[in-house]
C-alpha cells in the first residue's frame, strides 16, 4: 500500500486511504479515455470498494463526519457504478452460453445480447453523469481534506502502524467469523453474501497494511480466503445474473419468442447452478475452517 512502516498509526490509516484515492482518480482518467473498456470500471470500482471496507474496519480511529456523511456518499458511488458493471458481466455470460445452450437458442441469445447493450449504454451513461455531477466533485476535492484530519487525529494518539494494523486485523477477523459461523447452505442469498463481504473486508484489510504485517502470516491469510471468497462471489454473480434475466423476460415491448425460449434456458440455468452452490456451501465452509489461520 506504500510505506506504512515510516508512519505512526493516524498517518498510516491515511496513506492507507490515500492510496485508494489515487488508484481511484488514475483509472478515471484512463475510463473517459476508454469509456467502454469493462475492467477500468471494474478497477474503479474496486478502489470504491476498498475504501469503505477501511471506512468499516478503522471506524474507532476515524473522525465521526466519516461514520455518517462520508459513508454515505462512498455508498453512493459504489451503487451508481454497479449496474453498468453487472451489465458487463451478463454480457460476457450470454456470449458464454452459446456454446453449451441448443443451436434454436442462437437468435434468441442475439436479441437478448441486443437489449442487454442498450441497458449497458443506459447505465454507461448514469455513470458518466455521475462523474461529472457535484456530488462526485465534491468527494473528490472533500475527501483529501478529510484524510489530513484522520492523518493528524489524535485518536490513535501514540499508537504505531504495526499495533493498529493488528488490531484492525482482529477486528476484520471476528467480524469474518462471527459472519461465516452463521452461514450455511441453507441460509437466505443476503447472508451469503454478507459473509462475502467480510471476507472481502478481511483481504483489504491485509493488503492495506502489508508493509507492517508479517508477510508469511499475510500470505496464508489470503490463501485461505481466497477461495471461499471465489465461492461466495460465484453464488452472488449467479443471484445478480438470474435477477437480471428475469427482468428481461418482464421487460417492455415483450421478448421475441426465441429471446423468451433463450432466457428461460438462462433462468432454468441459474436456479441449477444455485443448488450446486448450495450443496457445495457447507463443504466450503468447512474447508475454510479448517485452512484459515487463527
Avoid at 238 to 257: G, I, T, W, Y
Wanted: charged share 30%; aromatic share 6%; net charge positive.
Amino acid at each position: 500500500m506504500g510505506h506504512t512502516t515510516e508512519y505512526g498509526a493516524s498517518r498510516a490509516l491515511a496513506s492507507a486511504f490515500t492510496a485508494q484515492l489515487d488508484a481511484m482518480l488514475g483509472v478515471e482518467a484512463d475510463m473517459a479515455r476508454h469509456p467502454d473498456d469493462p475492467e477500468l470500471l471494474h478497477d474503479f470500482r474496486v478502489a470504491i470498494r476498498r475504501t469503505r471496507s477501511l471506512a468499516r474496519v478503522a471506524r474507532p480511529y476515524l473522525p465521526k463526519e466519516i461514520r455518517g456523511t462520508w459513508e454515505r456518499e462512498w455508498r453512493w458511488l459504489g451503487r451508481v457504478t454497479s449496474a453498468r458493471r453487472d451489465l458487463d458481466v451478463l454480457l460476457v455470460e450470454i456470449d458464454d452460453a452459446r456454446a453449451t445452450l441448443p443451436a434454436d437458442c442462437s437468435r434468441g441469445l442475439d436479441e437478448l445480447a441486443a437489449r442487454t447493450e442498450r441497458e449497458q449504454a443506459a447505465a454507461q451513461q448514469m455513470v458518466v453523469a455521475a462523474l461529472a455531477g457535484d456530488r462526485y466533485a465534491a468527494i473528490k476535492h472533500g475527501w483529501p481534506r478529510v484524510l489530513h484530519e484522520v492523518s493528524t487525529s489524535k485518536r490513535a494518539k501514540g499508537l504505531s502502524a504495526e499495533r493498529m494494523a493488528r488490531t484492525l486485523e482482529r477486528r476484520a477477523a471476528r467480524q469474518l467469523d462471527r459472519r461465516v459461523s452463521r452461514v450455511n447452505g441453507a441460509s437466505p442469498a443476503h447472508e451469503i453474501h454478507d459473509a462475502r463481504k467480510r471476507v472481502k473486508r478481511f483481504r483489504y484489510t491485509l493488503d492495506h497494511f502489508s508493509d507492517v504485517l508479517p508477510k508469511r502470516e499475510v500470505k496464508a491469510a489470503i490463501a485461505a480466503t481466497k477461495q471461499l471468497q471465489d465461492d461466495l462471489g460465484s453464488f452472488q454473480d449467479n443471484e445478480v445474473h438470474e435477477q437480471l434475466v428475469s427482468d428481461l423476460l418482464r421487460s417492455s415491448p415483450p421478448l421475441s419468442a426465441a429471446a423468451t425460449t433463450a432466457a428461460r434456458a438462462l433462468v432454468d440455468r441459474y436456479g441449477e447452478r444455485r443448488v450446486d452452490f448450495r450443496h457445495a456451501l457447507d463443504d466450503q465452509l468447512a474447508r475454510f475452517r479448517a485452512t484459515a489461520p487463527a
